[in-house]
Structure formats: C-alpha cells, structure tokens
C-alpha cells in the first residue's frame, strides 16, 4: 500500500489501535452517562504518554485495544445475555500473544480474570479458574510453536536469544525498583493515575453497594483492572514507561466518574483538576519559552511562528475563561486543554524531539557508505528489538543485519569481507582482540541520540 517504509505506514497501526480503545471506552460508557464517556474519552487523552506513543511505533497501545476490547466483549455479553461474546475473549489471548509476546496474552487473561473476579460470588470462582485454566494452556501452546519457529529460523542459539528476549531479560534482576512505574503516574501518567486513586479512596465506603449499583460495579471492574496492570508489571525488574498504557483508559474512566460526582474531600480534588485544565494554555506558553530557551542553543528548536503559536494559545486561553461559565464545565476544560497540550505536542515537543533523537541521517550516511562498498550490517551488542527497529525504519528496502553479543565477539574474525560493523562508543573496549580493534571508524554519528561508531572490516 505504501510501497516502502515510511512514518504513516510505521504509525498507523498504533493510531488505529489508539482510536480503537476511544472508540471502544466511549461505547462502553455511553449508555450510562454520555458526560462520564466523553470525560473519559478526555482524560484518557490528556495523558501525556498515551498521547505521544499513539503516534509512535508502540506494541502495547495494541495490547491495551485488546484489553479494552476484553472488557468490552465481556460486560456487553453479561448485559446482552450473549455467551458468544464472552467466549469471543478466548482469540484476543492468541492474538496478544501474536503481537507482545508472553506479556501481551497474560495481561489480557489478567484483565478477565479480574473482570470475573468482581463478579457476584456465585459465579466468580469459576469463571476465573476456566478463564485462567484456558489462558495458561493457550500461553503452554503459543510459547512451544514460537520455540519451534525459533529453532526452525535460527536455530538453538536464535531460540534462546528469543527466551532472553522474552522472558529471561524481563526477570533479571538488574532494572528498575519496584515503585518505578508509581513515580512515572505523578508526571507521565498524570492527572489519570493520581485523580483514580484518590476516587477510588473516596468510594471505598461504597463498595458493598455494587451489587445494586450497576455504575459502581462497572466502576469497581476498571479499578480492579488497572490496579492489576498496575502492580502486576510492577513486579519484573525490567521495566519501561510505555508498559503500562492499557491501563490508561480503565483509570480513566475511574477518575471520570469521581470527578462527576465528587461529594466530601473529592470537590476539592475537583475543583483543582478544574483549575489545572482551565489554566493549562497558558501554562504552554511559559512551557514554550522555557522549551525555546533550552533547545535553541542545541539546534533542536524547530521552525515555527512564535507569534502565531502564542496567538492560538491566548484564543484558547480566552475559550476556557468563556467554559468556566458554562453547563459541563469539566467537559470543556478537558477539551480545551486538551487541544492545548495537542498543539505544543505537534508543533514544539515532537519535533524538537525528532531532531534531537534523529535517526535518519545516520542512516543515510551510513547506507551511503555501503552503497560505495557493499557488504552486510553487522551490530555489535545492540538489540534486535530497538537498534535494528529504528535502523530498518529508515531503509526503502528489506535488510537482515547480523548479531553479535558481548560473549560472541569471536564471531567477528569469520564475518564476510567486507562488512560494516557498528558498536556503541561506550562499548568499544569490547573490541581489544577483535578484527577491528586498530581500524579508525569510518563514521561517527548518533542513532537516537545515541553516539555510534561504524567501522569498515575488510
């Protein structure tokens, strides 16, 4: 369809998933309260990680389609009667086994099994063991075909790079603390994360009520649900900040409904969620200075008008103060600050960004050097799933790099000649006793902000 590699065709499928979950979470929500499903939908986008990986290359905003679409399947199958769509959650854990991996299909089992979990006790005992029972054994059967597939392509020394990569690695006890993804909701998560904890704080009171509250219920299962997401991933020490977006949208609508219907310590929390959304465009403005100030001596500034961009910002500034006054205050603060945050996002943050972790042009350089003489890529201690993700994303043309880790730099002596060889420059000690130890680099240049180092072995 785009007959080669581009940024529509690398982000599509991200933004497809992104308006899926939308989509999907204002279905969910509607037939209970259309201000609780579009303040929902607000939120779930005023989250500023949410916002910046929906238009980037990102697996797990798929898999919180798949999570959302779970939960879908499953509460309109309870209130349809339709046992079709419950059981319809079974091809999804394939599906995010297809897509992440292990983790993909165990977050999604994990998102039904808790849905069923806060069910009536009647039937919740059982759901969750059939539930879990079928994960587990679809989780046993996905993991022996990828093995094979492993093995088939690579070999054994492929299927355990493969095992590293996917369940190894994730465990090592090297990495992050287990708070780290609590710390990363007070910024990069916020205000989500922080107004559905205090919402759930507030309701605890009320949670016997559920079983004659349908809201309530409904409300129970997202916070149930994210909090799983939550302190789940928690626990492997290897973590990332974009790990826990499916759990985006199910505190969103948490945090919807408390700030709709706050009653004691919650209206203040409201009333400075109001505050915070009426004042955010003019926070952009002080952001853009700040940003201009601290990128122009870079070279990261991009080109833009600063008078047209302040302008936009006053005029939607002006907008909020007009909502103030207006029936569904917080629906319209949430959107106007949302096309606030959107506009400093598109037109500063992103590119600014797209110079400062720009990828392209090392690539050119470096295919231009192997245009002059051929020969195969060779990464040295690089990860496939992240060097050679955003080196490929820059060719016109299919391309099967070499591997070699810091245990196999033997395998450099029986590397085809000539072969490019690039090795962070952190990392160039690993290179006393090999091939290319006393050859001067042929290219220096940054790949994601990341300094790298080419070298032509002949």
């Known amino acids: 369809m785009f007959d080669a590699p581009n940024h529509l065709a690398n982000v599509l499928p991200t933004a497809l998933a992104s308006a899926g979950v939308i989509a999907l979470m204002y279905r969910l929500l509607a037939p209970y309260s259309r201000a609780w499903s579009l303040l929902t939908v607000l939120l779930t986008l005023l989250t500023a990680q949410l916002l910046e990986k929906s238009r980037s290359v990102c697996l797990d905003q798929m898999v919180a389609l798949l999570c959302v679409g779970s939960f879908y399947l499953l509460h309109t199958g309870e209130r349809l009667g339709s046992r079709l769509r419950q059981l319809a959650v079974f091809p999804l ?23 069923w979990a806060l069910s009536k006790p009647g039937e919740r005992v059982r759901q969750v ?5 079928v994960g587990l054994v679809l989780l046993a059967a996905c993991w022996w075909l990828l093995m094979k597939l492993a093995r088939f392509s ?8 493969v095992f590293k990569m996917q369940v190894g690695g994730r465990l090592d006890e090297s990495g992050e603390p287990f708070y780290f993804y609590f710390q990363l909701s007070l910024y990069r998560y916020f205000p989500v994360v922080p107004l559905a904890f205090a919402t759930l704080f507030a309701l605890r009171h009320r949670w016997p009520e559920r079983w004659a509250n349908e809201h309530l219920q409904l409300l129970v299962r997202f916070g149930g649900c994210g909090l799983m997401i939550l302190l789940g991933l928690s626990v492997p020490h290897f973590k990332r900040a974009y790990y826990i977006l499916p759990m985006v949208p199910m505190f969103a609508a948490v945090a919807a409904y408390g700030l709709l219907h706050a009653q004691g310590w919650l209206v203040g929390v409201r009333r400075c969620y109001e505050w915070l959304v009426a004042a955010l465009p003019a926070l952009c403005v002080v952001v853009l200075f700040v940003c201009r100030h601290a990128w122009h001596k870079q070279g990261y500034w991009p080109e833009i008008s600063l008078p047209l961009m302040i302008g936009v910002l006053v005029v939607l500034q002006a907008a909020a103060l007009i909502a103030w006054q207006r029936a569904w205050r917080l629906v319209w603060l949430s959107l106007i600050a949302l096309v606030a945050q959107w506009l400093l996002l598109v037109t500063v943050i992103e590119p600014a960004k797209d110079l400062q972790f720009d990828t392209r042009r090392f690539v050119s350089q470096v295919e231009a050097l192997r245009q002059a003489q051929p020969g195969p890529l060779v990464f040295v201690d690089l990860a496939r799933d992240t060097w050679a993700v955003r080196y490929m994303m820059n060719l016109d043309h299919d391309e099967q790099p070499l591997f070699v880790g810091r245990h196999e730099l033997e395998k450099l002596a029986a590397l085809p000649r000539p072969s490019w060889v690039i090795v962070s420059r952190k990392e160039t000690a690993l290179l006393k006793g090999a091939p290319v130890e006393h050859l001067a680099p042929s290219y220096q240049g940054r790949l994601n902000d990341n300094p790298l180092m080419v070298f032509l072995l002949k």
């Open 129 to 133: 063991l059939i539930h879990g029972i």
């Open 93 to 115: 854990f394939i599906l995010g086994f297809a897509i992440r991996g292990p983790l993909g299909l165990i977050e999604v089992c994990a998102v039904v099994c808790v849905y």
């Open 154 to 161: 690579g070999g054994d020394a492929f299927a355990d790079e």
